[in-house]
């Protein structure tokens, strides 16, 4: 029986993890079949034995984190040959996997940081105050009149929690402190010039340091409860983000 686990956490939003993954594909000698694939998500391949004897499958997990976007992978399988041969032909197989996922992680982790610096990179800030949270209202364009989360795009340079400050600094007014990482999801329309679906929005809980809000660039600003969220006409890119966001805001 062959089974590896591999983790590893890459300086990258989803879609270009997963992306980078697919076009490095897997360092195995022989072709492999896709089983699945849920973008940004999940992929699913599998490999068949010489002459159909025996399968070997590997399964690709992507989360974002605060980090980056973790990679959780999953190899299983076995040659198929009976007895202690078969023993003998799976810790062979399992031995060069191994060998080759490891210097594989390495080139893949390195790839996926160098795209990285060539997509655009959007971060929120959900500012929570007790059992309350800040809300903009957007002025003009596609989504006017929509709700969000104050933010924008990170700067060649920057870091996203840099960006962060500083665009909370210039479309509010105020000094903020990110504290948690809330989510990441992705941008479906083309951002900066990209390509549509290439971007992601990653978004921190974080709380007013000095000053008080002001709409500068918003039509208008609201703090708002947990019961009163699903009663906003939310821009896309934020809605998926207000389960969590509801375990952040204390009861009243």
Same mark, same amino acid.
């Given at each position: 029986?062959?089974? /590896?686990?591999?983790?590893?956490?890459?300086?990258?939003? $989803?879609?270009?993890?997963?992306?980078?993954? *697919?076009? %490095?594909? #897997?360092?195995?000698?022989?072709?492999?079949?896709?089983?699945?694939?849920? *973008?940004?998500?999940?992929?699913?391949?599998?490999?068949?034995?010489?002459?159909?004897?025996?399968?070997?499958?590997?399964?690709?997990?992507?989360?974002?984190?605060?980090?980056?976007?973790?990679?959780?992978? %999953?190899?299983? &399988?076995?040659?198929?040959?009976?007895?202690?041969?078969?023993?003998?032909?799976? $810790?062979?197989? =399992? =031995?060069? $996997?191994? *060998?080759?996922? #490891?210097?594989? $992680?390495? +080139?893949?982790?390195?790839?996926?940081?160098?795209?990285?610096?060539?997509?655009? #990179?959007?971060?929120?800030?959900?500012? +929570?105050?007790?059992?309350? +949270?800040?809300?903009?209202? =957007?002025? !003009?364009?596609?989504?006017? !009149?929509?709700?969000?989360?104050? &933010?924008?795009?990170?700067?060649? !340079?920057?870091?996203?929690?840099?960006?962060?400050?500083?665009?909370?600094?210039?479309?509010?007014?105020?000094?903020?402190?990110?504290?948690?990482?809330?989510?990441?999801?992705?941008?479906?329309?083309?951002?900066?010039?990209?390509?549509?679906?290439?971007?992601?929005? *990653?978004?921190?809980? &974080?709380?007013?340091?000095?000053?008080?809000?002001?709409?500068?660039?918003?039509?208008?600003?609201?703090?708002?409860?947990?019961?009163? /969220?699903?009663?906003?006409?939310?821009?896309?890119?934020?809605?998926?983000?207000?389960?969590?966001? =509801?375990?952040?805001?204390?009861?009243?």
């Amino acid at each position: 029986m062959i089974r /590896l686990r591999f983790t590893t956490t890459v300086e990258a939003p $989803l879609t270009v993890a997963f992306d980078v993954g *697919r076009a %490095l594909g #897997r360092p195995w000698p022989r072709p492999t079949r896709e089983i699945e694939s849920v *973008r940004p998500w999940s992929d699913v391949h599998s490999v068949e034995g010489l002459r159909g004897r025996g399968r070997v499958t590997h399964t690709r997990w992507f989360t974002a984190t605060a980090e980056g976007t973790r990679v959780e992978e %999953l190899i299983e &399988g076995s040659t198929g040959l009976p007895g202690p041969l078969g023993v003998l032909a799976d $810790l062979a197989v =399992r =031995r060069r $996997l191994a *060998r080759a996922m #490891r210097a594989h $992680l390495d +080139v893949y982790a390195a790839a996926a940081q160098a795209r990285a610096r060539g997509v655009v #990179r959007v971060v929120g800030a959900a500012l +929570v105050e007790g059992d309350r +949270v800040l809300v903009a209202q =957007r002025s !003009g364009g596609s989504y006017d !009149g929509c709700w969000e989360f104050p &933010g924008g795009k990170v700067e060649p !340079g920057e870091s996203e929690l840099e960006a962060l400050v500083r665009e909370c600094a210039e479309e509010l007014g105020v000094v903020v402190v990110p504290e948690e990482f809330l989510g990441e999801v992705v941008l479906d329309g083309p951002v900066g010039g990209g390509a549509p679906g290439a971007s992601t929005m *990653r978004v921190w809980v &974080g709380r007013v340091e000095s000053g008080t809000p002001v709409a500068h660039e918003h039509a208008a600003l609201r703090w708002v409860g947990r019961d009163e /969220l699903d009663d906003l006409d939310w821009i896309a890119a934020d809605r998926p983000l207000l389960p969590a966001l =509801r375990t952040h805001l204390t009861p009243p």
